[in-house]
């Protein structure tokens, strides 16, 4: 056991990875992440080549002792030959099961799990720190799926692929080596099969690697379809769409039917050319070797060795077939998982970037234009100062950029032209891990993570204590349902678990836990985008108070659709078609009759106006 332990302790799985990113060219890729074996590596071909050698010493021993027994009396052969039978025997015995073990302790216990989790740990380690439009643009359960099978196919390919090629090389070169020392005649049909093989497989090899690659790329995109169908299971029900669910996921499943049948057809082309042409060597072998014993050329017991010689060259190509198929297959996996790994970041902080120092808070926006790739752009030319401690409301119709204003300013892009200073600093020179640890920020479509409610809310400080995990829990007004949760595994109160996305608590559970982890958080500035919307109008009244706490000494930017819930802003914002159109209080903004009035009365309709003088019974907070 002490052995084992200490070849399961040689490769580290979590260890971080180079600081250059996984390279897109296929031999770089894998040698990114074998290098960091390679002394495991360079163990495994050794071990394979004595393993090679030592397998290759069978037929020759059973040659010999057929020879011995031809050339020496019954009585007198344990006598005579006693040492080389012994010695033999040693080979048997000790060598061959020696240099199996370490064969095995290296593959088994340092490669198998070391190698595949280190290629997962290290490929979600680079793809995590992608920036958000990488997600955007993929299904998240292919991603996944990607990353998962990437380090198996990878660590099972090289593996495979060292001990297949080793092994046939050097058992196949000494195997010829040894008849063609009785014999050169004897050494011929060996050769010419080797000869063949080597064509066979330069025919075949491309091909299935080809064909690798496409099942890998349609297995895939069908797991891509199904996982969107279950991401999504609501809406299917909603909808009473499964018909349609099922079409979607059958036309996936009826290319990845196709594309494993024309990989199988060509795989089974491959076994029977490989079958012919084994049974062909071991034939001519056998007959050239009777012809040169009958002819008195060769002794039997180079007869007795050439056969099993050929025989095993024969099952050995056979395990080599089975393993260059299974070689390509995972060849296929990787260089599909490289579709989503081997990308170059985007949204990389810069060499020179430094943590983000925030003293006040405040924040502008000198000339910003963005506009997602697209040539009308969302955002033309924002200019917006914001006052530190000031609680600014940002205002519009649907898509008139207040959100895409929001995602700069946490930098989840990067500006067309223009930049965004918070306290003098551009954030576009500074670390994004320090940038957004100084914004807390509560959405609209709040997303749990499938763990606890205590780590839910202590993502916000991982380092909160418990008194202070509850008293952002009571503040918020999350502490009663907390107290009676109870999940699937009967686990309650703070330990029990969300479901994905937090699917087991309501709407307004998940926004309530959303801002115990904000209060947690206690950032200066405090982005809430519709941080209210899934509250009823009692825990939404419950939960000003704290809100007003919260806000103050902090600079707020909020947007929201209810216009009612913003109107107690210090100053509202109003965009139209990427512009700053209006600024000024909700008194002045009604006064002003433009953009905001009319969007206030629209939105009041048949109730009576709020003059400047009227009471506003308005929440200070939105999203």
Known sequence: MRIVRFFETLLEPTALPPDAPPPSGLIAFYWHYARQARFLMLGLFVAGFTVAILDTTIPVFIGRIVALISAQPPTALLA???????????????????????????TNQAVAAGLSNLVRWQSHWHVVRQSWSFFQNDFAGRVANRVMQTGPALRESVVSGTNAVLYILVYGGSAIALMASNDWRLAVPAGLWFASYVMLLRHFVPRLRDGSRQMSEVRSALTGRVVDSYTNILTVKL????????????????????????????????????VALNASMVVATAGVALWLWTGGGIAIGAVAMALPLTWQIANIAGWVAQNVTAIFENVGVVQDGMRSIAVPRQMLDRPDAVPLKVDRGGIRFEGVRFGYGTARGVLSGIDLSIAPGERVG???????????????????????SGRIL???????????????????????????????????????????????????????QALGFIEAAEDWHGRRGFDAHVGERGVKLSGGQRQRIALARVILKDAPILVLDEATSALDSEVEAAIQEQLDSLMKGRTVVAIAHRLSTIA?????????????????NHAAL?????????????????????TPDAHLDTTPVGG
């Open 568 to 584: 107690r802003m210090d100053r509202l914002v109003v965009l139209d078609h990427g512009r700053v159109v209006e600024e000024g």
């Open 590 to 610: 009604l006064q002003a009759g433009g953009t905001y009035a009319r969007m206030w009365h629209r939105q009041s309709g048949g109730f009576q106006a709020l």
């Open 80 to 106: 005579n030959v006693w040492p080389e039978l012994l010695g033999m025997a040693g080979v048997m015995l000790l060598a061959r099961p020696l240099a199996l073990l370490a064969q095995n302790l290296i």
């Open 394 to 416: 940002l205002v519009g119709r649907s898509g008139a950029g207040k959100s895409t204003l929001v995602n700069l300013l946490l930098r989840f892009y990067e500006l067309q």
């Open 422 to 476: 918070i306290d003098g600093q551009d954030i576009a020179l500074v670390t994004q891990e320090s940038l957004r640890s100084h914004i807390a920020m509560v959405t609209q479509d709040t997303s749990l993570l499938h763990r606890s409610i205590r780590d839910n809310i202590r993502y916000g400080r991982p380092r909160a204590t418990e008194d202070e995990i509850r008293d952002a829990a009571a503040r918020a």
């Open 239 to 274: 909808f009473a769409r499964p018909s349609d669910e099922d079409q979607f996921v059958r036309a996936s499943v009826d290319e990845h039917t196709a594309a494993f049948r024309g990989q199988l057809r060509l795989i089974t082309r491959f076994n029977l050319s490989l």
